[in-house]
Nanobody
Framework: ETQFVESGGGSVQAGGSLRLSCAAS????????MGWFRQVPGKEREGVAR???????SYEDSAKGRFTISKDSAKNTLNLQMNSLNPGDTAMYYC????????????????????WGQGTQVTVSS
C-alpha cells in the first residue's frame, strides 16, 4: 500500500515562508510523477507544482518564482518551499503521485494522480 503524509503547514503572515514535506511509504518508485495540489472549500482542487522522474518541474502561474518543488528519492520525500506567501495561497495542500514516467507529468491533470496524502493546511493572513 502506498501512503503519503504531508507536514509543514501552519499559519503565517503575508510575505512569510513555509516548507511543506511529504513522506512516502509502501510501494513507491523514483520514476513516478509527483505533484503538489491545493484546494479551498467550494472550489476544485488545483495544481501547484509537479516534478517528473528526470527532475523536470512545472508550476502554475500563481506559484512561479515563489514556490520550489523538490524530491529526495533516497528518502522518499517530496518538498515544496513556499516563499512570499499571500492570503490567496491559503488552502489545504496535498501531495500526490501518478505512477507514470516522462514529461507528460508536467501538464497532466489532477484526475490522473492515483495516490494522495491527507493534506496539510496553510493559512496566510494579511
Amino acid at each position: 500500500e502506498t501512503q503519503f503524509v504531508e507536514s509543514g503547514g501552519g499559519s503565517v503572515q503575508a510575505g512569510g515562508s513555509l516548507r511543506l514535506s511529504c513522506a512516502a511509504s509502501g510501494v513507491i518508485r523514483s520514476t513516478w510523477c509527483m505533484g503538489w495540489f491545493r484546494q479551498v472549500p467550494g472550489k476544485e482542487r488545483e495544481g501547484v507544482a509537479r516534478i517528473a522522474d528526470d527532475g523536470s518541474t512545472s508550476y502554475e502561474d500563481s506559484a512561479k518564482g515563489r514556490f520550489t518543488i523538490s524530491k529526495d528519492s533516497a528518502k522518499n520525500t517530496l518538498n515544496l518551499q513556499m516563499n512570499s506567501l499571500n492570503p490567496g495561497d491559503t488552502a489545504m495542500y496535498y501531495c500526490a503521485a501518478w505512477p507514470w514516467a516522462g514529461n507528460a507529468c508536467l501538464s497532466v491533470s489532477a484526475a490522473a494522480f492515483d495516490y494522495w496524502g491527507q493534506g496539510t493546511q496553510v493559512t496566510v493572513s494579511s
